[in-house]
C-alpha cells in the first residue's frame, strides 16, 4: 500500500555548509527547521583549524538559530599539513567536536589550504584511529590530467585503499559518494568505513546538467554523474545498509557566482532537504526506508545517540522556491527551484 503519511524520528545533516557571517542568517534557520543536529563543515574562510576556532564558529551559528528551536551544530576541524597531532586528543575530550575533514588541497570550494599529500599527515591519522576520531573525506584526486569523472574512483585506488591498509580501524566517512565504485567499496569495507549521500546525487545525474544547455545550477563537487551511478546510489541508500546515511552537502553560492563564466560548485538544498530525500526514496518504492537512512544510521555511526522527537511528511505538491534571500541584497537559487516535488514536511 502507498503511505501517503510518514513519522520519523528528526533526522540529521551528517554533511552541511553554513558559512560565516552574514551567510548564517540565512542557513542556520534553514538547516535548524529541518534538522536536529548539522555536521557544520569546516570549510569556511578562514577555515576552522583548532577545537577553540569550532567552538567560537558553533557559538556565531547558534546565535542564529531561530528562538524555540533546538540545533546542536557538531563541529569538524579542517586538516592541514600542519595540523598538530595533540588537536585528535582535544576533539576526543571536547562536547562539541565530532570529527576531522580531509579535503585534498585544489579539490573543490575553499580547499586551498587543504592536504598537498595524504602521508604528509598519517601521523594525525594515527591518533584518529586511536582515538576513534571519525575521519570525514572530500574523495577525490586533484591531479590535472585525471578526468573529472573519473577522480572519485582514482581516489579510492589511489589514497583509500592504502589508507585503510595502514590504518584498517580508521573510523571514516566517505562524504557525498557518487559512484557505484565508492558504494560498492563501503560495502566491502568493516564497519568503520561509512558514506553519506546527497539529495542532489540521488536525484539527478549529469544528463539533468548538461543536456538542452548548462544548468549551473546543477554543479557542484564531486560533479553529477552517468545514470548508472545514480541508480546505485539509489539501490544503496534504500538498501537498510547502515553504512550509508544522509548528508546534504547543502552549500550556498550566490546566484550570481553559479551563474557565471567561472561558476561555483554546490547545491543549495537545506530549506526542503528532506523531502528532497523523501521524494527520491518514493521514487523507487523505498519510503518506508527513510527513517534508518535520515534519523538513525548516521547518528549510530557516531556514537551519539538518535534523536527522540518525531517529523511528519506528507505527500502533497510542494513548489521549491524560485530563489531565496542571501547575504546583502543577493539571492540563492534552491535545489530544484520551481520544481514540483510531491512531499512537505509539516
Ligand atoms: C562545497 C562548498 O561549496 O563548500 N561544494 C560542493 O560542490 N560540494 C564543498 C564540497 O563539499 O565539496
Ligand atoms: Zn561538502
Known sequence: MALNTITLLQP????????DGLALKRTAPDLARQFARAICMPNTVPPVKTVAEAIAYRERILAHVPEGIAFDPRMVLYLTDQTPV???KKIKDSAHVNAVKLYPAGAT???????????KVYAVIEQLEEHQVPFLLHGEVTHSHVDIFDREKRFLDEVLAPLLKQFPKLKLVLEHITTSEAAHFVIEQDRNVAATITPQHLLFNRND??????????YCLPILKRQTH????????TSSNPKFFLGTDSAPHSKDAKENACGCAGCYSAPTAIELYAQAFDQVGKIERLEGFASHFGADFYGLPRNTNSITLVKEPQVIPTSLDYLDGEKIIPLYAGQTIQWRKV
Not at 545533516?13 to 558559512?19: E, G, N, P, Q, T
Not at 570550494?109 to 602521508?119: A, K, L, P
Request: glycine share 8%; no cysteine; hydrophobic share 40%.
Open 109 to 119: 570550494t575553499n580547499s586551498d589550504n587543504g592536504v598537498s599529500d595524504i602521508r
Open 12 to 19: 540529521d545533516d551528517w554533511h552541511a555548509h553554513l558559512r
Open 209 to 218: 546538467m548538461l543536456v538542452g544547455g548548462i544548468k549551473p545550477h546543477f
Open 230 to 237: 545514480q541508480q546505485t546510489l539509489l539501490e544503496v541508500a
Open 86 to 88: 595533540s588537536e585528535v
